[in-house]
């Protein structure tokens, strides 16, 4: 199965912020497939604080073969010392199927094209699907940590 990864708009960002569907996407939008409001939120302020798009949009993972939008993505900022970090969801109704590996994937190849050494992905020790995307996608477990919601995370990094 294929997967391609669309660019959310400011617009778009800013209906999905204030909990809203985006009216482009209602029709092809899985159940709980959209990115969290605090996600968009978080893009929409990096994007008025001039980071560049790439590093600041989400993305909606779109399953080619029906079209359908399956979960969202995207980067958390820009580089830091050659380290982007990222993140990523499926709704769960399209879970197992390969969507979250291949917009991991896709991530990855797009970070690496634009000058960035590294790509972070930070993963609770419980969410046993999303331990299987990373290490699916290359990457390599590099440490620990307990991140701002006070949240034990494994951290995983790919790197070129």
Known sequence: MAFSLIQLNAAELAEIAASRRPR?????LEDDALPPAFVAARALS??????PEL????FLILREDDGRIVGGCGFKGAPKAGR????YGVAPGSQGRGAATA?????VASAFGNGADEVLAEVSPTNHASLRVVQKAGFRHVGSRVDEG???VLQWLASQ
């Open 46 to 51: 990096l994007l008025s604080a001039g980071v």
């Open 55 to 58: 590093w600041s949009c989400t």
């Open 103 to 107: 917009a991991v994937k896709l991530l």
């Open 24 to 28: 482009a996407f209602e029709e092809r």
């Open 150 to 152: 006070n949240e034990h």
């Open 84 to 87: 982007v970090e990222i993140g």
